[in-house]
């Protein structure tokens, strides 16, 4: 195995104290800045958050690579116990470029692991575009897991600052407590990048408990962007509470502040962000996409609904005519045979979207 990279940094490359410069500004009043009205969603006022003029980072050039796929202007977002092998499988059926992620995968786990990497890590070449999301905080055994990972060739690696989890963010003190410390964050994502040659994506909320302004939020993307090539953060526009709360109430309590979101698209031109939290539908997409987005990322509702969610993204969001796979399978059963030869049900596009694992074991 070869060594493990770990970036060096001289004293002189610390960021200073004070990352921004605040420009108070009305932008808030000016509503074409956030057409909410294309979410048809009532939201309430917040406090004006705060724009910064924005110092030049020293990964400016870096870019976010898609390979030979389309860019992800719609991803499915990473869900323990959902987007396992089997869902992946049906989601890639119904759409050819909706980009997939996997759950959520220590890099302890990943380490510890090593000799049966094909249990987590494995998977069936369809599904690319992929995305591998990996949670931890120990920068030698991140470096380590992404190292193992290559042999995946996964296209991008997600670092996951964003679930609210007592198991992650309590005890494992990973996943969304890492939005209190950007610094470590900036660290563990040059450390990752510096171990892969694919790119390197941040999931995180908009703040966390009482560290939750715009200012903070701001604080946390800039330094995170100047101390790693990290050019692409997917956002949950909420923040999230750590203490008695379930994670299925983060998701539904604290308030969605989409103006976070797009105040980000305009206070940071030079990076990508992906929007997340509260679309549930293709129309929410594309409104999302109209109003500046570069990516919109979509979780329960592509898992608990797939054919009503996927089965759009092909021709509306990435204006492709092609007939997905599940059509052509489900035609091509049809023509030849008339129910299912294990249960007797009869071949529809329902059967399959119940039956998570038949197309898997179809294939193999």
């Not at 920068?139 to 990972?149: I, N, V």
């Not at 997917?234 to 379930?246: T, W």
Request: net charge positive.
């Amino acid at each position: 195995m070869k060594p493990l990279k770990f970036p060096h940094r001289s004293h002189g490359d610390r960021l200073p104290s004070s990352s921004f410069t605040p420009i108070y500004s009305n932008f808030l009043k000016d509503k074409s800045r956030f057409p909410f009205a294309l979410f048809q969603r009532k939201l309430n006022k917040s406090r004006s958050p705060s724009t910064y003029s924005q110092k030049k980072q020293p990964f400016a050039n870096a870019v976010m690579a898609v390979g030979p796929y389309l860019p992800p202007r719609f991803s499915v977002a990473p869900m323990m116990d959902c987007t396992d092998n089997h869902y992946r499988t049906l989601a890639r059926l119904i759409s050819k470029h909706a980009w997939l992620y996997t759950e959520m995968i220590t890099a302890e786990t990943i380490v510890h692991q090593k000799d049966n990497l094909d249990r987590f890590l494995a998977y069936s070449p369809e599904q690319h575009p992929i995305v591998l999301q990996i949670g931890g905080s120990n920068l030698e055994s991140l470096a380590k897991a992404t190292e193992l990972a290559n042999e995946y060739h996964y296209d991008e690696i997600n670092f996951n600052c964003g679930c609210p989890s007592s198991k992650v963010a309590g005890h494992g003190c990973f996943g969304v407590r890492l939005m209190l410390d950007p610094m470590f964050v900036g660290e563990a994502m040059s450390v990752i990048a510096a171990n892969t040659d694919v790119p390197v994506t941040v999931k995180c909320r908009i703040g966390v408990d009482d560290h939750d302004s715009y200012n903070e939020l701001c604080d946390f993307i800039y330094k995170v962007s100047s101390l790693s090539p990290t050019r692409h953060f997917i956002i949950h526009s909420r923040k999230a509470l750590l203490n008695g709360i379930s994670p299925a109430e983060n998701r539904s309590i604290p308030p969605l502040k989409y103006e976070y979101f797009y105040g980000l698209l305009r206070d940071f031109p030079d990076l990508r962000f992906t929007i997340n939290g509260g679309i549930t539908c293709i129309g929410e997409v594309n409104a999302a996409i109209r109003a500046g987005a570069h990516g919109v990322m979509v979780g329960r509702a592509a898992y608990n609904n797939p054919w009503q969610t996927l089965g759009h993204v092909d021709s509306t969001i990435y204006d492709s005519r092609e007939v997905s796979s599940v059509w052509r399978f489900c035609f091509g059963k049809v023509r030849t045979e008339t129910k299912c030869p294990g249960c007797g049900e009869a071949f529809t596009p329902s059967f399959l979207f119940r039956a998570w694992k038949w197309p898997v074991e179809a294939q193999s």
